[in-house]
């Protein structure tokens, strides 16, 4: 089985004047895209990965794409903060690591319902006020909401 899959991550109240984006690639053959600069509303991007598995075989299953990182069973996305993100006069170079923990449940339920997209939502701010960087802690996971009008 391969399909598509679309996803969503919603970066909330991330601290204004920020750039952040989504890192498609890996190593030094990286882009940025869907660079957006926070204000005081929260910060949206999409993408799709491919999946990969059987569920009667695969304990998960395994994502793909350009957008997908790290070994299997432990895959992730990047959103790029600051510098990382092309701001050149940034004070921040940092990177946000949002877990791809997708469960063959979760794309059973996607497959049922398709007005709906499996979406997270992340902060944007750590408790320092500044960019929330490193791997998103606690994680609340992923979840089905309406496609067009979020949660």
Known sequence: MLQE????????????????????????????????????HDLVFSFTVRVKGEASTDPLPTLLGPFVQGPPGGRFVYLDIGTAAGQHDSEWSRRLKVPLSITWHLLEQAALNPDQILETQVPGTGRDGTPTCGTVKPFAGWQLVNQFGGS
């Not at 109240?13 to 890996?26: A, E, H, R, T, W």
């Open 5 to 40: 899959l679309p996803l969503r991550i919603v970066l909330v109240k991330p601290p204004m004047g920020v750039d952040f984006g989504l890192q498609q690639g890996s190593g030094h053959t990286y882009q940025t895209i869907q660079t957006q600069r926070s204000t005081t």
